[in-house]
């Protein structure tokens, strides 16, 4: 695969080489990932882009995430944040809700800033205002957990947790795969507006190619057997997504292309 390289941006993410191996249960060396490189670039002073990871499941989309997150090594290759070695963990929300039901969903969203040792009457100040920029404005003094909050409010409260860092990147593993149809769409368009108000490189991970082409700026194609990332597809579509472009001619061309590239190159 080749590595996009524009010598005016800069190198958000950059992973060369990867390869991960391992034991089957008869101890014998099963090749998961081999030699993937990704460069994902960045534009000083802009906003973040919005990059997706597409493909089928098993391909090792979760995986690459937990390589740039620091949660696992790969057996070989390098991995860059902005050139240099990561040293801190990466901010992630996953598909499982993952907020502390016995906190609310305020001191959930002021977690990380505590833990740096934000003065708490602050920390407070800025987790309210992350909680009105998901749309969580009159539940923050309720605890996170269901049924006191609908699965797409938990993940708004990860999402919001996750950005009150303003991190410079934001990783999120299919986020919305257990929701409902309509919770789901849903919450597309709430983080569609999120994201014009952010200057994160957003990595996210979905196996849904209309989910993929809503959202992306960039879309990766990834197959299996072993995982490498074998196509880049810009989406030629306007930067802020709504309803009606989702039903218009040029989103379902865009859609209808990578449909296409799957049924005819990754079909086993």
């Not at 969580?136 to 993940?155: C, F, I, M, T």
């Not at 989702?246 to 590239?261: A, G, L």
């Amino acid at each position: 695969m080749e590595i996009y390289d524009d010598p005016t941006l800069q190198n958000a993410i950059e992973l060369k080489n990867i390869t991960q191996v391992y034991k089957n249960k008869n101890g014998e060396d099963v090749t998961i990932i081999q030699n993937l490189s990704l460069l994902i670039e960045h534009k000083p002073g802009s906003r973040g882009r919005f990059v997706v990871i597409l493909g089928e499941s098993g391909c090792g989309k979760s995986t690459l995430l937990r390589y740039i997150s620091g949660l696992q090594k790969p057996t070989n290759g390098e991995i860059s944040i902005f050139g240099k070695p990561r040293t801190d963990p990466i901010s992630m929300v996953f598909q499982q809700y993952s907020s502390f039901p016995w906190y609310t969903v305020l001191k959930n969203v002021a977690l990380p800033l505590i833990f740096k040792k934000v003065p708490k009457e602050e920390a407070e100040k800025c987790a309210l205002q992350m909680i009105e920029r998901v749309g969580l404005k009159g539940h923050e003094n309720k605890r996170a957990y269901y049924p006191k909050l609908s699965g797409g409010q938990l993940q708004r409260v990860a999402i919001a947790r996750c950005l009150v860092n303003n991190p410079q990147i934001l990783l999120m593993d299919e986020p919305f795969g257990a929701l409902d149809l309509h919770t789901r769409f849903q919450m597309q368009l709430s983080l569609n507006e999120i994201k014009e108000t952010l200057n994160s490189t957003i990595i996210f991970v979905t196996h849904d190619i209309a989910e993929a082409v809503f959202l992306a700026d960039d879309i990766y194609v990834m197959k299996a057997n072993p995982g490498q990332i074998v196509r880049k597809f810009s989406m030629n579509l306007p930067r802020y997504r709504n309803l009606t472009l989702r039903r218009s001619p040029m989103f379902t061309e865009q859609v209808y292309e990578i449909e296409d590239y799957f049924f005819k190159n990754l079909n086993n």
